[in-house]
């Protein structure tokens, strides 16, 4: 986590009287220098999620040009290239290779990791996926991996490929999309998921779907959420985040520390009424201990 502490460190030692927008909640939600009303320079805003957009705007204020980056949760690992007002058009794998403060700024300089894999805004429609299957998300790649799950009859897991803090976002969830009064054309498999999520174990509005061929990590490796089994004493909680290539999906956060090698779990929060019989299962079993 250095790279991390690193550079969230040089993000809150700005100089220079550089205009900073805030959340609500005190966070910091843009960084930057206004003209004439407009956005100028290298401006950076906060996404869903923990992300970052940055780099020169265009004269329109825009996240317009060949050099934007997409800074994921952990501020090392990016998606740097070719944006139009804020979507990524052309997009390579890279990470932080430096700050330097420019009148109050700081500035990025990245390293390619992946000069041969493209990344563009693949929006899923209400039938299909559109990103690669097995192109993987270079930020979920670093944190966690597919194997076989300790849960009973959890078939594939996911586990942290190295120790995690807590308030880590470790997975995305992508899917075809449906508005809320759409009905997901497989059978009940147990992948539909709300696209956003109120709060802990409270879901609402439009939702998303794995197609059952691409339930496999055989199939499907390009996003992971979907990996992580049911527990009702999970290390992990369903989020929201926005992500450069789905836009806005379902994630997975932790709650607890989760040490490397460990499978990581989440509370699927069904609906008893209507919760398929391995879930009363799970619940019962977990009732009996608790109790």
């Not at 174990?201 to 390009?222: C, F, I, Q, R, V």
Request: charged content about 20%.
């Amino acid at each position: 986590m250095q790279a991390f502490e690193t550079t969230k460190s040089c993000l809150l030692r700005l100089t220079g009287g550089s205009p900073r927008g805030m959340h609500g909640d005190s966070s910091l939600a843009w960084m930057g220098h206004y003209r004439a009303g407009l956005p100028r320079g290298v401006c950076w805003v906060a996404l869903l999620g923990g992300g970052w957009m940055v780099g020169r705007v265009d004269q329109a204020g825009a996240f317009t040009g060949t050099d934007i980056a997409f800074l994921y949760p952990d501020l090392r690992t990016a998606l740097v290239g070719d944006w139009r007002e804020g979507r990524l058009v052309d997009g390579r794998a890279a990470t932080i290779k430096g700050l330097e403060e420019v009148q109050g700024v700081m500035v990025p300089t990245f390293t390619l990791t992946d000069t041969t894999n493209s990344y563009e805004r693949w929006i899923s429609t209400d039938t299909r996926l559109l990103n690669p299957p097995h192109l993987r998300d270079p930020y979920e790649s670093r944190l966690v991996e597919v194997a076989d799950s300790g849960v009973e009859g959890g078939g594939e897991g996911l586990y942290a490929r190295r120790d995690i803090p807590a308030g880590t976002l470790i997975a995305y969830y992508n899917g075809i999309r449906m508005v809320k009064a759409q009905h997901s054309p497989y059978r009940d498999t147990g992948y539909a998921i709300f696209v956003e999520w109120e709060e802990r174990g409270k879901k609402a509005g439009d939702h998303m779907d794995l197609p059952p061929e691409l339930h496999s990590s055989a199939a499907y490796t390009a996003t992971l959420a979907h990996k992580l089994n049911h527990s009702f004493i999970p290390n992990s909680e369903w989020s929201n985040a926005e992500h450069p290539c789905f836009g806005l999906v379902p994630s997975v956060t932790t709650f607890l520390e989760v040490r490397a090698g460990e499978e990581l779990t989440v509370n699927y929060a069904l609906d008893m009424e209507h919760a398929p019989p391995w879930y009363l299962d799970c619940w019962e079993r977990h009732s009996s201990i608790t109790n």
